[in-house]
């Protein structure tokens, strides 16, 4: 779907959509119509209970006066309290109905908004943006399809005022919207297609926007004594893969050389190992790579956008499969950092994976912070539900930063304790650590947390719980069911407003 802007005007072809705001008080455009048609717009809201509340549609479909084959007004609500992600919602509600009354082109036009929430000009970029983020679709093993359930519209047009100033805008966001959509990507294809060997491909694809691709095979991370992350691929026929993706977006004398550190989570699929799962949703673990796919789709994002911040992506890539050779509770593994893991549970493996890539960025890189994310525990689930990701830190500071960035982009973020008493659970009689704790089932997530705190020193870090983030079952205006992408919003947003040069 293409996007262009344009100064108001009147289309003559396509539809147009017009903004209404509360009370159903036509703006200019929208009155300019309603004369051309002799009152056919204002009669249609009259025998209508459309208001112009936030949300609201109302088609009106080849309207006598006008060359265009419909109008389709849209509420605004209270324009005092008109917000980005209102325009966003309004830009994938629009699409999500557009697409379903076979519209192909479409002129938005956003005219009168005068808000303290928002810039008239930001408004439109964020109504495209929105647009943009509504009509993903993963359909690439889709060869049967529905002529009527295919998505109808190609060009939208958004008209207003300073329209050059908007595209300028949407350029940041369209690049935003790619990083987003290759996460989304990532995270809905099937294990058999996306594993280790092939994740690893599709970061060196990255390559043609200027990021500098390294990739650790199993020889390398052995020579490392990256034993806790090879524990769980070593009951695959697939290898694991440790990759280092760098951005250096910020060439200005004196930089700091500290980068920005992004590590995830990369199970490319959980069976469970040893410790099996059950069948039933089984075939949903091939989204517990998620963390690594927000933190690929952060690196295109802020490569594509040419983000003015020096910042490195490191995901670690395994799949955990219960072969002869797998791991095996009681098992005792050595990490990077010298650490010794005794392995209790074999379905606790993304942390083992993040230990050794926590370790390696930290010990290599000497970065300014580290943010993990991970689909890590079910215990967030149960704690959160699907609204917010779960967020755990030894820095006031950066948490701080994290949930404001959280509140612009509607990408929440809650933060749980962490202490001592949680950490004492970690604790093996046998070993250094214990990949789950001896409290049961209580404070899960948390005792993760401390679990992972053990491998990043004194290096400010952050760890975000996103197991009942990165995939819904429910179609929001800017979010369709399947693979979210979300955190490369939230991250970006963070990046954005504290580090950018």
Not at 66 to 85: N, P, Q, T
Not at 181 to 195: G, Q, W
Not at 438 to 453: C, N, P, Q
Request: with cysteine; proline share 3%.
């Amino acid at each position: 779907m293409k996007f262009a802007f344009s100064e108001i005007s009147i289309p003559k072809r396509g539809t147009i959509a017009v903004a209404v705001s509360a009370g159903s008080t036509l703006s200019a455009t929208a009155s300019a119509l309603d004369k051309k048609t002799k009152g056919a717009l204002s009669a249609a809201v009259k025998n209508s209970r459309f208001s112009g509340k936030k949300g609201e549609l109302l088609e009106i479909l080849a309207p006598a006066g006008l060359e265009v084959s419909g109008v389709l007004l849209f509420g605004l609500g209270d324009l005092a309290e008109l917000s980005r992600i209102d325009a966003e919602n309004l830009g994938g509600n629009l699409v999500k109905k557009l697409n379903s009354s076979g519209v192909q082109n479409v002129t938005v036009v956003l005219d009168n908004i005068k808000s303290p929430g928002i810039k008239a000009v930001d408004a439109a970029a964020s109504l495209a943006f929105g647009a943009k983020l509504g009509s993903y679709r993963f359909q690439k093993y889709k060869t049967d399809t529905d002529d009527s359930s295919e998505p109808t519209l190609k060009r939208m047009t958004v008209a207003c005022k300073g329209a050059a100033a908007a595209r300028k805008a949407f350029a940041d966001l369209e690049a935003l919207a790619e990083g987003v959509f290759l996460t989304r990507d990532l995270v809905s294809e099937p294990a058999n297609e996306l594993y280790p060997e092939s994740f690893a491909d599709r970061c060196k694809e990255l390559t043609s926007l200027g990021i500098k691709v390294e990739i650790l095979d199993e020889a390398k991370m052995k020579r490392l004594g990256m034993g806790a992350l090879l524990g769980v691929g070593q009951g695959s026929r697939r290898e694991s893969r440790l990759v280092v993706m760098k951005w250096t977006g910020d060439t200005r004398k004196g930089a700091s050389k500290k980068p920005l550190a992004f590590v995830g989570k990369g199970v490319c699929f959980d069976t469970g190992g040893i410790s099996l799962k059950p069948g039933p949703g089984m075939e949903e673990m091939k989204w517990d790579m998620g963390g690594a796919g927000t933190v690929t789709g952060l690196m295109k994002a802020l490569a594509g956008r040419k983000a003015k911040v020096n910042a490195i992506g490191v995901v670690g890539l395994v799949e955990n499969m219960p072969d002869g050779n797998a791991q095996r509770p009681g098992d005792i593994v050595k990490s990077m950092s010298g650490q010794t893991i005794e392995i209790l549970n074999t379905d606790a493996e993304g942390r083992l994976v993040l230990a050794d890539a926590l370790w390696y960025t930290q010990e290599k890189y000497k970065p300014e912070f580290m943010i993990d994310l991970a689909t890590l525990t079910g215990a967030i689930i149960i704690a959160l539900g699907h609204e917010n990701a779960g967020l755990f830190s030894n820095d006031d500071d950066l948490s701080d930063k994290l949930y404001k960035a959280g509140q612009t982009v509607d990408e929440g973020v809650w933060r749980f304790p962490m202490s001592s008493n949680y950490a004492k659970q970690t604790k093996s009689p046998i070993a250094d650590l214990q990949n789950i704790g001896t409290g049961g089932r209580g404070a899960g997530s948390i005792v993760a947390a401390e679990f992972l705190k053990k491998f990043v020193n004194d290096v400010p870090w952050v760890h975000l719980d996103i197991a009942g983030m990165a995939w819904s079952k429910q179609d929001k205006p800017t979010v369709p069911k399947g693979g979210t992408g979300y955190g490369v919003r939230l991250l970006n947003q963070f990046v954005q407003d504290n580090y950018e040069g």
